[in-house]
């Protein structure tokens, strides 16, 4: 199985702030690579899918990048209502799998 | 509305069965391939199957291999999760996902989810 890991665990930040969340797969994942966003209590919501593309609706402030086994999430402006937990996930190869979380907090 | 609604979670004893389903709305169903995932309370998300449009090809993770079953009914809308010999590593909130297609995995559609509590 393809390991997918994501750091840092949580992270503080303030409103404004550049946040940057990387997610290192065990390996090549060949860009098959999405993120996502979760709130406390509701399902997840796409993001970013194959490493890059900003999902439809999504604030331009969000952005992927990354090839390989190594990829970032950029939230340029942190926004009150981007506070969250982010999950990276590859479907390169069964079982999709999904990166442990990365959990955003207000600084 | 397009939209994913599952239902049947609950609690259940260890080494019991549930069956979860998941009504879609609003879309072509048998377009889509179709997902199980879960995440246990306070955990990360767990990838649990796959099925096919037509249920042709079915993807299992190790884990639940021989204990869950996916079927769907495309007449119905649906997607269901039999869950037999359950286990308290089970408890989980369990979701149903829109899978974009099978050479896109990702999902731009989830239910709301729905919780099983595996426990004696």
């Known amino acids: 199985d393809i390991q997918m890991t994501q750091s840092p665990s949580s992270l503080s930040a303030s409103v404004g702030d550049r946040v940057t969340i990387t997610c290192q797969a065990s390996h090549d994942v060949n860009n098959y690579l999405n993120w996502y966003q979760q709130k406390p209590g509701k399902a997840p919501k796409l993001l970013i899918y194959?490493?890059?593309n900003l999902e439809t609706g999504v604030p331009s402030r969000f952005s992927g990048s990354g090839s390989g086994t190594h990829f970032t999430l950029t939230i340029n402006g942190l926004q009150p209502e981007d506070f969250a937990t982010f999950y990276c996930q590859q479907y390169d190869e069964l079982p999709w799998t999904f990166g442990q979380g990365t959990k955003v907090e207000i600084k | 509305d397009v939209q994913l609604v599952e239902s049947g979670g609950g609690l259940v004893r260890p080494g019991g069965s549930l069956r979860l389903s998941c009504v879609a709305s609003?879309?072509?169903?048998?377009?889509?391939?179709m997902s199980w995932i879960r995440q246990a309370p306070g955990k990360g998300l767990e990838w649990v199957a796959n099925i096919k449009e037509d249920g042709s090809e079915i993807y299992y993770v190790d884990s639940v291999k021989g204990r869950f079953t996916v079927s769907r009914d495309n007449a119905k809308n649906s997607v269901s999760l039999e869950m037999n010999s359950v286990r308290v590593e089970d408890t989980a909130v369990y979701y149903c996902?829109?899978?974009?297609?099978?050479?896109?995995?990702?999902?731009?559609?989830w239910g709301q989810g729905t919780l099983v509590i595996v426990s004696s």
């Open positions: 194959d490493a890059s």
């Open positions: 996902a829109r899978v974009a297609s099978f050479w896109s995995g990702y999902y731009r559609l």
């Open positions: 609003g879309f072509t169903f048998n377009t889509y391939w």
